[in-house]
């Protein structure tokens, strides 16, 4: 009898290795094997190959408002490897096969993401027939996952386990809201303009926030106010709530003359240190420093990898008791290492207010592999990665300084004792002196005279000049802090779909050194959400009280999805009136030819009479090119819309199969795969056939920091070996000779240098 463990990735993997006592053994008297995902193994096929042929014509290929909205109930919610996944779905199966029991090992979190994922696999490789038991533990520290290993507790069903349903049924919604963005898109060509407008819960959201925020802005009138106040010589201003404003200062009466001030009132205050950061925190303080989300994403994970910060898509705000310790002996090098004096940090005990016992990853700070110092850091990970590590760690030790000390202090103008000043005089700076989160992330903050010399002695009256107070600009951390506020997604999931939002040629928002506006298509997009379903940030609440409610039994998912119809019937509606309001200049360059309707092509494929779809995600082949599918051909296609999307997608024509209500439905058309290849940055990759294989591929251009000339790449895939000077870790000089060689990563194959065997 084998217990087999499904992790949710490989570095959950190895720690579970860790606390067990290896990848594979025995432990607590219990055989057990250990078989790692790597995220999300399987997604949802098209919305028109999950349907009934009779009904795939009526929702799929060409974007047709007639074919909005969709009627769910006719899906069957089918998936679909992932690109890119069959080496891990065969070593996962390989594993567990023989296992009598499977365990669900997967992260534990408030959206049931990791049931989810887990469940996908099992389902989809037929291990639902075993005994299933769910491991839960707070964190990935050995003795919590020795703990939940010993725990473990027997599931009946995924239909019975709460978290996998509310994370389906939230799947389920975001795979429906693919047809706001077919609906706005199709909307805005009604105008004359083409562009496809990504709508999505926290898509929408972000651009109804970004362009209410710049109306605000925009609309801000700069109407001075005038009023009798008195300023003191430590520059304290004394304001009687009571005293008129005027229009223009020539009518402010001169009612008074200069007095001594008194300190009537002292208070000792204490404030602890602010909560960890999240990833969009993170994230929103270095894009004011010139770094994109996407580039923060993608340099964390990196980083990561090698176990130098932690898990970067965590939903914790706080770490657990086991993550604290697990730090505790590493502070003072993490603190030498970002300039820290660690006499500053007294206060070594957990605080109840960053440290609880839940939770999963815990919160972003450094990792448990501590660099030799922060230039490695910026030699390995370039100045992106040293301002990562600088802000999570100096972030992290704040709460083990002391809390930041002041005296507030009251004053009054002795001869006119309406007139009030407080000033807060700075005893210990404590946490702030270390690092003050929330002033590095106040795009207005300014240092204050009065708040270090507290209240003085005499003052004189003075005409105020005083304006209301403008709307701040939107700014990234603007953004994260409102949808923070209203509840609106999760800090890494805010950071990708923002990183998403703000690149390529889709972009809604586009972002200046932490300074947010619009896009062309993004303004587009804004004018046609006023009055939407989509663009209420109240949709957001109602999809996490719908997800609570289908974990708790009170709902099914399909009834949870029954108002999608009527949202998506009314959001055309409005959109369609609000696009008879878009100023006629707006947006002109976006015009283009508009979609031509979907048709079906006939012809002889492999001596076989067959008919399919010519359109294929917006891509309507040409003559010549069902002409070439038809001889079998593989076709590769730029311009498919896949997820609101555009792609390139590599396929050819096949029978496919989908099944409903355990029957097995068939149809013929054009199959495809998202062509990761021909997507490539040539500025990162290098792109060709190796001929080692007889496949195109590509691999990185950079390795140890040389980057490949165009003829050792040429060598490289040609299938030879090349040499090249090269530094080593410990900064001595040596020949680097090696070629291209395949290897597995995640789970995942893929083709880079490798150094040659030493003799």
């Given at each position: 009898m084998?217990?087999?463990i499904?992790?949710?990735?490989?570095s959950?993997?190895?720690?579970?290795?860790?606390?067990l006592?290896g990848?594979?053994?025995?432990?607590?008297?219990e055989?057990y094997?250990?078989?790692?995902?790597?995220g999300?193994?399987?997604?949802?096929?098209?919305p028109e190959?999950m349907?009934?042929?009779?009904?795939?014509?009526k929702?799929?290929?060409?974007?047709?408002?007639?074919?909005?909205p969709?009627?769910?109930?006719?899906?069957?919610w089918?998936?679909?490897?992932?690109?890119?996944?069959a080496?891990?779905?065969?070593?996962?199966?390989?594993?567990?096969s023989?296992?009598?029991?499977?365990?669900?090992?997967?992260?534990?979190?408030?959206?049931?993401?990791?049931?989810?994922l887990?469940?996908?696999?099992?389902?989809?490789?037929?291990?639902?027939?075993?005994?299933?038991q769910r491991?839960?533990?707070?964190?990935?520290?050995?003795?919590?996952?020795?703990?939940?290993?010993?725990?473990?507790?027997?599931?009946?069903?995924?239909?019975d386990?709460?978290?996998?349903?509310?994370?389906e049924?939230?799947?389920?919604?975001?795979?429906?809201?693919?047809?706001?963005t077919?609906?706005a898109?199709?909307?805005?060509e009604?105008?004359?303009?083409?562009?496809?407008?990504?709508?999505?819960?926290?898509?929408?959201?972000?651009?109804?926030?970004?362009?209410?925020?710049?109306?605000?802005?925009?609309?801000?009138?700069?109407i001075p106010f005038?009023?009798?106040?008195?300023?003191?010589d430590?520059?304290v201003?004394?304001?009687?709530?009571?005293?008129?404003?005027?229009?223009?200062?020539d009518?402010v009466?001169?009612?008074?003359?200069?007095?001594?001030?008194?300190?009537?009132?002292?208070?000792?205050k204490?404030?602890?240190?602010p909560?960890?950061?999240?990833?969009?925190?993170?994230?929103?303080?270095?894009?004011k420093?010139?770094?994109?989300?996407?580039?923060?994403?993608?340099t964390?994970?990196?980083?990561?990898?090698?176990?130098v910060?932690s898990?970067?898509?965590?939903?914790?705000?706080?770490?657990?008791p086991?993550?604290?310790?697990?730090?505790?002996?590493?502070?003072d090098?993490?603190?030498?290492?970002v300039?820290?004096?660690?006499?500053?940090?007294?206060?070594?005990?957990?605080?109840?207010?960053?440290v609880?016992?839940?939770?999963?990853?815990?919160?972003?700070?450094?990792?448990?592999?501590?660099?030799?110092?922060?230039?490695?850091?910026?030699t390995?990970?370039?100045?992106l990665?040293?301002?990562?590590?600088?802000?999570?760690?100096?972030?992290?030790?704040?709460?083990?300084?002391?809390?930041?000390?002041?005296?507030?202090?009251?004053?009054?103008?002795?001869?006119?004792?309406a007139?009030?000043?407080?000033?807060?005089?700075?005893?210990?700076?404590?946490w702030?002196?270390?690092?003050?989160?929330?002033?590095?992330?106040d795009?207005?903050?300014?240092?204050?005279d009065?708040?270090?010399?507290?209240?003085?002695t005499?003052?004189?009256?003075?005409?105020?000049?005083g304006?209301?107070?403008?709307?701040?600009?939107?700014?990234?951390?603007?953004?994260?802090?409102?949808?923070?506020?209203h509840?609106?997604?999760?800090?890494?999931t805010?950071?990708?779909?923002?990183?998403?939002?703000?690149?390529?040629?889709?972009?809604l928002?586009?972002?200046?050194?932490?300074?947010?506006?619009?896009?062309?298509?993004g303004?587009?997009?804004?004018?046609?959400?006023?009055?939407?379903?989509?663009?209420?940030?109240k949709?957001?609440?109602?999809?996490?009280?719908?997800?609570?409610?289908?974990?708790a039994?009170?709902?099914?998912?399909e009834?949870?999805?029954e108002?999608?119809?009527?949202?998506?019937?009314?959001?055309?509606a409005?959109?369609?009136?609000?696009?008879?309001?878009?100023?006629?200049?707006?947006?002109k360059?976006?015009?283009?030819?508009?979609?031509?309707?979907?048709?079906?092509?006939?012809?002889?494929?492999?001596?076989?009479?067959?008919?399919?779809?010519?359109v294929?995600?917006?891509?309507?082949?040409?003559?010549?090119?069902?002409?070439?599918?038809?001889?079998?051909?593989?076709?590769?296609?730029?311009?498919?819309?896949?997820?609101?999307?555009?792609?390139?997608?590599?396929?050819?024509?096949?029978?496919?199969?989908?099944?409903?209500?355990?029957?097995?439905?068939?149809?013929?058309?054009?199959?495809?795969?998202?062509?990761?290849?021909?997507?490539?940055?040539?500025?990162?990759y290098?792109?060709?056939?190796?001929k080692?294989?007889?496949?195109?591929?590509?691999?990185?251009?950079?390795?140890?920091?040389?980057?490949?000339t165009?003829?050792?790449?040429?060598?490289?895939?040609e299938?030879?070996?090349i040499?090249?000077?090269?530094?080593?870790?410990?900064?001595?000089?040596y020949?680097?000779?090696?070629?291209?060689?395949?290897?597995?990563?995640?789970?995942?194959?893929?083709?880079?240098?490798?150094?040659?065997?030493?003799d």
């Open positions: 084998t217990i087999g499904l992790t949710e990735k490989a959950a993997a190895k720690n579970f290795a860790k606390a006592g990848p594979s053994g025995t432990y607590n008297g055989k094997v250990i078989a790692a995902a790597s999300h193994l399987y997604e949802f096929v098209e190959e349907v009934p042929p009779s009904y795939a014509d929702i799929g290929g060409y974007w047709d408002l007639a074919k909005l969709w009627d769910e109930t006719q899906f069957l089918s998936r679909e490897q992932k690109h890119g996944a080496n891990t779905i065969a070593r996962i199966k390989k594993t567990l023989s296992c009598t029991t499977i365990v669900i090992g997967s992260d534990i979190d408030p959206t049931g993401e990791g049931d989810l887990a469940w996908e696999i099992i389902a989809e490789l037929g291990l639902d027939t075993k005994k299933i491991m839960e533990f707070v964190d990935e520290a050995p003795a919590s996952i020795q703990q939940a290993f010993i725990n473990r507790r027997d599931v009946t069903s995924m239909h386990e709460p978290n996998y349903l509310k994370a049924f939230r799947s389920r919604f975001d795979l429906l809201s693919m047809q706001w077919r609906g898109t199709k909307v805005l009604t105008t004359g303009r083409r562009a496809v407008l990504r709508n999505g819960r926290l898509k929408s959201a972000m651009v109804a926030i970004v362009g209410q925020g710049l109306d605000a802005y925009n609309d801000y009138k700069k005038y009023q009798n106040r008195f300023i003191d430590h520059g201003s004394y304001v009687n709530p009571e005293e008129p404003r005027y229009k223009t200062c009518e009466p001169q009612l008074y003359k200069a007095s001594a001030v008194e300190c009537y009132e002292k208070s000792m204490k404030t602890a240190p909560r960890l950061l999240d990833l969009a925190s993170l994230s929103a303080l270095l894009s420093e010139g770094f994109s989300a996407k580039n923060v994403l993608k964390y994970q990196q980083m990561y990898e090698a176990q910060v898990y970067p898509r965590t939903e914790d705000k706080t770490i657990t086991e993550q604290f310790k697990e730090l505790a002996p590493l502070v090098k993490i603190a030498g290492l300039g820290v004096n660690p006499a500053d940090l007294t206060h070594r005990q957990p605080r109840s207010t960053h609880k016992p839940k939770g999963a990853h815990g919160a972003n700070r450094p990792g448990l592999n501590v660099p030799t110092s922060i230039a490695a850091v910026k390995t990970y370039g100045v990665g040293q301002r990562i590590y600088e802000v999570l760690a100096k972030s992290y030790l704040t709460m083990l300084a002391e809390d930041y000390l002041y005296e507030h202090q009251k004053g009054r103008v002795v001869d006119y004792p007139f009030l000043g407080t000033a807060n005089v700075p005893k210990s700076l404590g702030k002196g270390i690092f003050d989160v929330d002033a590095e992330a795009d207005d903050a300014a240092g204050s009065a708040a270090q010399q507290g209240i003085g005499r003052a004189e009256p003075e005409v105020f000049e304006f209301p107070q403008r709307p701040p600009h939107p700014s990234m951390t603007w953004l994260m802090k409102q949808l923070d506020k509840d609106v997604g999760t800090g890494a805010r950071t990708s779909t923002y990183a998403e939002v703000t690149a390529g040629k889709s972009a928002l586009k972002e200046t050194r932490g300074k947010v506006t619009m896009t062309d298509a303004q587009l997009n804004y004018l046609l959400l006023p009055g939407t379903h989509i663009g209420d940030l949709l957001t609440e109602r999809v996490y009280a719908d997800m609570a409610a289908v974990a039994g009170e709902k099914t998912a009834q949870a999805l108002p999608v119809k009527q949202w998506v019937e009314e959001d055309i409005t959109m369609t009136r609000n696009a008879k309001n878009i100023p006629q200049e707006l947006g360059k976006l015009m283009t030819t508009t979609f031509t309707p979907s048709v079906k092509h006939s012809g002889t494929w492999n001596g076989e009479q067959v008919s399919f779809k010519k294929y995600c917006g891509h309507e082949f040409s003559d010549a090119e069902c002409e070439a599918l038809l001889r079998g051909e593989e076709l590769t296609i730029t311009d498919a819309m896949i997820g609101g999307q555009i792609t390139t997608v590599t396929g050819k024509l096949a029978h496919q199969s989908f099944n409903k209500d355990g029957k097995t439905i068939k149809f013929f058309g054009f199959k495809g795969q998202v062509d990761r290849i021909a997507s490539a940055d040539p500025a990162v290098a792109v060709g056939v190796w080692v294989e007889g496949e195109k591929i590509r691999f990185k251009r950079v390795w140890g920091g040389h980057k490949f165009d003829k050792e790449i040429a060598d490289l895939l299938g030879r070996e040499a090249f000077d090269a530094m080593s870790k410990a900064k001595k000089p020949t680097a000779r090696g070629s291209l060689q395949r290897g597995e990563y995640n789970g995942n194959s893929f083709v880079g240098f490798q150094l040659a065997p030493r």
